[in-house]
C-alpha cells in the first residue's frame, strides 16, 4: 500500500464535477481564432463538419395540406394547415397575416420558431384561449402575432414532443408513457441517434417542409424568408439558418452562451438542443458566427436568469469579432432589453424590414 499524493478526502467522486473540468479546459477543433486570415475558408470546412452531427435526415414525403379552418384575431388572420412531414407522420402548421390586405397582397414570411415547452406554438402564434397560453403570451412569447400585425406572414410548428406532438396529450389514442413525468427530448434524443438520426435534425427537416408548403401559399411574398425563436427556439432559429440558405435574417433570443456554463455547469439543455460530438467541433458563439454574412441580431436579456448575461455577453462578443473579421459588420445587430428569459418587441420590426423587404 502506497501513500497517495493526494489526499483522499480530496479525490472528486463526481462525474458531473469531472465532465464540467474537462468542459471548462476543452477547446474546440473549429473554435473561432481572432487571428484568422482566411474566414470564408473556416466558416465553409466548419459549416460541413457541423451539419454532418445532424446525422440521416429522413425522407421527404408529399405534404398532402388540408386547410383546416381560418380564423380572424386581433389584427392578424390565422389559418390551420395540417400536412405530412413524413410517411405516417402529420403535423398541423399555424399561418398567420396581416389582417386588412387585398388578394393580392403578398408579406414576406417570418418562421417563429418555439422553445422547449411553453406550450408550443400555441403562445406564440396568438392562442389566448387559456389562462395559462395568455400568462406564456403576456411575458413575451408571443412575437408570431405581434410581427403579424407589423406586417409579416408568420409561421409556427410544433417540434417532436411539444404541443400537437406532445405524448402526454395524445388523449385520443393509448400511449404507453401516458401520465409518466419524463422529458421526451431526452427519450427521442436515444431513440433518434440508435437510429443515426437525431431530433434536431428531425425537427430542422420537418421546418423546411413547412416552408416549403408555406411559400406556396398565394399571399406569402417571393424572396428572402426570415426566423426567430426565444430559448430553444432560438436554437431552433440558428440550426434552421444554418441547414437552409433561404433564410436571410435571424433574430436569436436569448439564446448566447457557451457549452461549458448552460449545458455542462448548469444542465440547462436538452435533446432537441445537441448533436452528438458537437462541443468537440464548435461552441454556440462559432455556430452563430457561421451565419455571416446572412443578416443577424442576437437579443441578451439584462435580466435572463436561463442565459447569464456574464456568459451571454462575451458570447455575443465573439459573434460579433467573427462578423468583423468577415467585413460583415453591418449586417450584425445585438439587443439587450431590460427584461428577463423573453422576447421583447423593440428592433424585430425594423430588423427583419429591413432585411426581407
Not at 9 to 30: E, I, M, Q, V, Y
Not at 119 to 142: F, H, Q, V, W
Not at 298 to 319: N, T, W
Amino acid at each position: 500500500m502506497t501513500t497517495p499524493a493526494v489526499p483522499l478526502g480530496h479525490r472528486n467522486l463526481s462525474p458531473n464535477a469531472w465532465l464540467l473540468d474537462r468542459a471548462r479546459k476543452h477547446t474546440p477543433r473549429f473554435h473561432f481564432d481572432p487571428e484568422t486570415t482566411d474566414v470564408e475558408a473556416w466558416r465553409e470546412k466548419t459549416l460541413a463538419a457541423v451539419l454532418a452531427t445532424l446525422g440521416e435526415e429522413p425522407p421527404a414525403c408529399e405534404p398532402n395540406p388540408v386547410l383546416l379552418g381560418e380564423i380572424e384575431l386581433d389584427g392578424f388572420i390565422q389559418q390551420r394547415w395540417m400536412m405530412d412531414v413524413e410517411d405516417g407522420l402529420s403535423t398541423i402548421v399555424a399561418v398567420n397575416r396581416p389582417s386588412g390586405g387585398g388578394e393580392e397582397s403578398t408579406w414576406a414570411p417570418i418562421l417563429c420558431w418555439h422553445g422547449h415547452d411553453m406550450g408550443g406554438k400555441e403562445p406564440i402564434m396568438g392562442n389566448r384561449s387559456t389562462a395559462l397560453l395568455r400568462s406564456y403570451a403576456d411575458d413575451g412569447y408571443n412575437y408570431g402575432a405581434v410581427m403579424a400585425r407589423h406586417g409579416f406572414v408568420t409561421i409556427g410548428v410544433d417540434w417532436m414532443g411539444h404541443g400537437d406532438f406532445d405524448e402526454q396529450r395524445k388523449w385520443r389514442i393509448s400511449s404507453p408513457q401516458k401520465g409518466v413525468e419524463m422529458d421526451w427530448c431526452d427519450t427521442y434524443y436515444l431513440n433518434a441517434t440508435n437510429l443515426g438520426m437525431t431530433p434536431l435534425g428531425i425537427n430542422i427537416a420537418h421546418g423546411k417542409r413547412v416552408l416549403d408548403f408555406v411559400t406556396t401559399l398565394p399571399y406569402v411574398q417571393d424572396g428572402p424568408i426570415g426566423v426567430m425563436g426565444v430559448s430553444g427556439g432560438g436554437t431552433m432559429s440558428l440550426w434552421s439558418a444554418l441547414a437552409d440558405p433561404r433564410i436571410a435574417a435571424t433574430e436569436i433570443i436569448c439564446y448566447s452562451d457557451t457549452f461549458p456554463d448552460f449545458g455542462f455547469r448548469d444542465s440547462n439543455y436538452c435533446g432537441m438542443q445537441i448533436t452528438p460530438g458537437l462541443f468537440s467541433l464548435v461552441d454556440v458563439s462559432d455556430l452563430q458566427g457561421l451565419l455571416f454574412p446572412r443578416a443577424l441580431m442576437v437579443d441578451l436579456g439584462f435580466f435572463d436568469d436561463c442565459f447569464m448575461l456574464e456568459s451571454a455577453g462575451p458570447c455575443a462578443d465573439r459573434v460579433e469579432e467573427i462578423y468583423r473579421r468577415a467585413g460583415a459588420s453591418h449586417r450584425f445587430r445585438r439587443q439587450l432589453f431590460a427584461a428577463g428569459h423573453s422576447w421583447c418587441d423593440e428592433q424585430s420590426a425594423d430588423f427583419f424590414g429591413e432585411h426581407l423587404r
